[in-house]
């Protein structure tokens, strides 16, 4: 048996606009229309012997994770969550998943840790480079992917092989951090190092012994936490006081470069950890000046640019060498070479106190999703859509009325001492103060335009009186 | 009396996005919140002798340019408009222009010409400019506005000074087509020539007798469209059917380069015929790095940028000697020495029969504007402004019905067989074919949103039964 464990990390800061702290890099839409959780999620499910798959992320991302995953999980992998209230690093969501999966299938279950936002397009070399993995962490080891590198880059830190223990598999003499661009050279002609691409294969019972071992304080504060945690409601929700005591650190510093029964597998398969805009340019398809186009655009003598525009149209006359990339409420255009310093924009965004820097134009819920389409004073309108069998909480506003008009599917609708179906071209009036709720009881998508008009329209002015998602 | 002539021309495609058939160039607000026919306007309102300023343009511009007008008209200068169901080019409509004031002033009026789309930042330099060319024009000659090189410019059209017959007055020797830069340089050395800024002025009577000798087909043509124009219905719209018939003609070929009463004023004021987005670059403030910005902007380490984006979030990156347009619903990138191949895009877009060549998001209409917020199949949902007074035609759908909410002011409502008021965060449903009308009885914007249900949503779904605009 082997279970993948999918950990979803940071904001991806340096693919701003389309990803944001709400709704990050892992989730971004691809030009072939998948998302990179779900490639990594069919990476995982189309490995043999791999039947449970469980996900790390924080809390506020499990209702959108779940709904990825349910839309593309054909082969019935069985899904579980191991959520976190607040991001500790690497170790400690790494621990808690181990603690997860000895307790469901043996301290001898085989985990796969990967990272939610990797691109590794050639999955019988995935394979390949899996079960010579399995092999080893069967054996008590604990494994660590390593990618022959292409080219001396200096963005990643490396692995230095030692002795060969198997058919891909060699010791590890050391572990080094990104290097500058000389060094990065030497690794890369030397012909003994691999990038270190925070994948990892081992027996849980195998990492948490090492953990104790390694960093014993870290060990003890995430037991403690794991103990804490309530088993009984799903998903599993870390217990969040003793989560604050754990110690934040990366499995790199706190188990694999103290451990000695650590092992490398050299792999060689296309592998992109999607740092920056231009190495997203890989995955669009590129005409014959070398644009790299996804949405509605129109290039005109330009060449070697990538253009991403899904909901707006955008036209580029005469550049080279430059990303343009829209969203809904931003613009970004930002020369190749400096596709770094987007997270400087974030930064600025942030001191600022905008709402760009973590906000999208469109709001998922565990219910659906709303978008803004207008925002002034004294009203707002927005377009709401409600997944089939969802419903919102029973609630009411101090400070704003609402007209609802449905423009697709059917709803049932809960306003004042009324409940009635509301059908497509059908409308009514949310009076303030008075309580409401909006189910979607048919097959398909629920959509509807809501007019708010009120002296104050901010989403904080909401009492919960039910709510179906916790939330109340 | 001093009569200035406002003629109004082409779309500015090289604008785009801004810049559009249904929105074009004289239109376009600057950084100061002024629209660039306005400045015309207060250019020409702001002169000595100043009464009585008429506009020609098309009849489709009639309402904004009116709107842009009373919006500044502070001095009161009395309005008239000659507006053209079709363009002829400007011989046909400055000779329109001459019948006009002809016949509403005398034959002896002074006429002053200026293109719409001009900026000339100095009132007193061009006050005494146009001093000298009242001066001539009062002595029988046909007088045009040289302005003095500052550059080797191939963008215009030169004309060469002959003797100097008063202060800034010439007589002039030729006048000679955009040239080559060789020419250009070899011109502007020389001290002899000045660029020909489409600018002149000249008795009424003057101008249709010089017409009538050098290009007595044209006058024929002309005055027998004026002879069929109704003068008794304002504003005046120059007969169609017969100004079919009219040849299409510049004044400087049908008049200025063939008469031989013709001088010219060397003028030295700062002069931008916003040719381009380079062009418009000047009116923007400018911070240390070049940049020239309007709107919602954050600049990280770029240099000679001008990034325009009023409606939306922009960020630029590590750019230099880039153009950032954001509109509506469309982003162009330029790099400056290709903002002539803007009007690639525009044609590329007329091939694709896209809408964004000539409409803009927000349409104007004779009673407001309405902004296409979302539209999609089966809905669309508009925001909809009426100006105080003003009416929409009573009329009726036969394919969608419409669920009106006030956001803004107060409107009286025609819906089937009853009349009622609607207030802010009131509603009303027009069931489709429901005959209905909508009045802005308040003494403020009206605003409204409009969600359209059906299968059917374009905006030839219309039957006008009345409307105070001539257009049922």
């Known amino acids: 048996m082997l279970v993948p464990v999918i950990i979803s990390g940071g904001a991806g800061t340096r693919l701003w606009p389309i990803s944001r702290e709400s709704d990050p890099k892992p989730f971004m839409c691809l030009p072939d229309g998948e998302s990179i959780i779900g ?29 990825e995953f349910d839309s593309i999980n054909k082969a019935g992998a069985k899904l579980d969550f191991v959520l976190e209230p607040f991001g500790k690093n690497t170790a400690p969501a790494i621990a808690a998943a181990a603690f997860r999966v000895s307790e469901q299938f043996g301290e001898d279950a085989v985990m796969l840790v990967l990272p939610a936002d990797h691109l590794i397009p050639e999955q019988d070399v995935f394979q390949g480079a899996v079960n010579g993995a399995v092999e080893l962490a069967e054996k ?32 590890v003499s050391r572990f080094v951090e990104k290097p500058d661009l000389v060094k990065a050279q030497e690794y890369f002609e030397s012909g003994k190092f691999v990038w270190n ?36 409601n799903l998903p599993l929700v870390l217990d969040a006081e003793s989560l604050k005591r754990v110690d934040g650190d990366s499995i790199d510093y706190a188990v694999m ?55 707006r ?22 020369h190749k ?12 965004l942030k001191k600022q106190k905008r709402p760009e820097f973590s906000e999208k134009k ?6 659906g999703s709303y978008t803004n389409l207008i925002e002034t004073d004294g009203f707002k309108v927005k377009k709401i859509v409600v997944f089939p069998g969802q419903s919102l909480s029973l609630q009411k506003h101090m400070h704003r009325s609402e007209h609802w008009t449905i423009v697709a599917g059917v709803a049932q ?60």
């Open 197 to 232: 691409s925070g994948m990892f294969c081992f027996k849980a019972a195998v990492f948490l012994k090492a953990l104790e071992k390694t960093s014993p304080d870290l060990f003890r504060q995430i037991s403690s936490c794991w103990s804490h945690t309530a088993k009984d």
């Open 140 to 171: 008590g080891m604990l494994v660590t992917f390593g990618i022959e590198p292409t080219q001396p880059e200096t963005g990643f830190g490396y692995i230095e092989k030692g002795s060969s223990i198997s058919d891909s598999g060699f010791q």
């Open 313 to 334: 149209l955008t036209a580029v006359v005469g550049v080279n060498d430059i990303v343009v990339v829209n969203d809904e409420d931003a613009t970004m255009v930002v």
């Open 362 to 367: 469109t709001t998922r819920r565990p219910w």
């Open 413 to 472: 609708v809960v306003n004042g001492d009324n409940t009635f179906e509301l059908k497509v071209d059908q409308s009514t009036y949310i009076e303030k103060e008075a309580v409401h709720r909006l189910t979607n009881i048919g097959g398909s998508e629920l959509q509807l335009i809501e007019v708010q008009c009120g002296d104050y329209l901010g989403e904080d002015d909401i009492i919960r009186l039910e709510d179906i998602y916790g939330r109340s």
């Open 257 to 311: 470069e103290k451990a000695d029964n650590v092992a490398v597998i050299s792999a060689s398969f296309d592998w992109n950890d999607i740092g920056s805009w231009t190495a997203l340019s890989d995955v669009y398809e590129q005409d014959f000046e070398g644009n790299a186009v996804d949405g509605d655009v129109i290039v005109i003598e330009s060449s070697n640019c990538l253009i991403d525009s899904k909901t």
């Open 337 to 348: 070479d400096k596709v770094q310093d987007v997270k400087k924009v974030v930064e600025t």
């Open 39 to 67: 490639k990594t999620f069919n990476r995982a499910a189309e490995l043999a012997s791999v039947q449970n798959i469980i996900a790390v992320t924080n809390q506020n991302y499990f209702f959108h994770t779940r709904e």
